[in-house]
């Protein structure tokens, strides 16, 4: 990945853990399938307040989504917000420890 792609990256990374409710969205979609109406009534909000900040996490990647009939499920996408956690460390802690492991381990 190349430099800037990789600052893209974090910045929609950034952009998308920039809201409370989208790091609310996310940790209720961590580890399980769920759907729009169940984020909507957890969080609070209205199903298309939630509609846009999952446009939003999705477009950074950071959510998968499945269609059952009438319903799409989602769920935090683990892999990709390691790898974004991974990507600012490099960029912003280099000389740190933590930034050494996640070298180590084939990050960047």
């Known amino acids: 990945m190349s430099e ?3 600052t893209t990256n974090s ?3 950034a952009k998308a853990l920039a809201d ?3 790091q609310e969205i996310m940790e209720l979609t961590c ?3 769920i759907s729009v109406g169940e984020i909507a009534a957890d969080v609070g909000v209205s199903q298309p307040t939630v509609s846009h900040h ?3 996490l999705r477009d950074a990647g950071l959510v998968n989504s499945r269609a059952e009939g009438k319903h799409t499920y989602y769920s935090l996408n683990q892999e990709r917000v390691a790898m974004c956690c991974g990507e600012l460390i490099q960029t912003f802690a280099p000389e740190t420890g933590t930034a050494e492991a996640v070298k180590g381990s084939g990050g960047k």
């Open 31 to 33: 580890c399980r399938w």
């Open 20 to 22: 409370a409710t989208r």
């Open 54 to 56: 999952l446009a939003i």
């Open 4 to 6: 800037q792609d990789q």
């Open 11 to 13: 910045i929609t990374f």
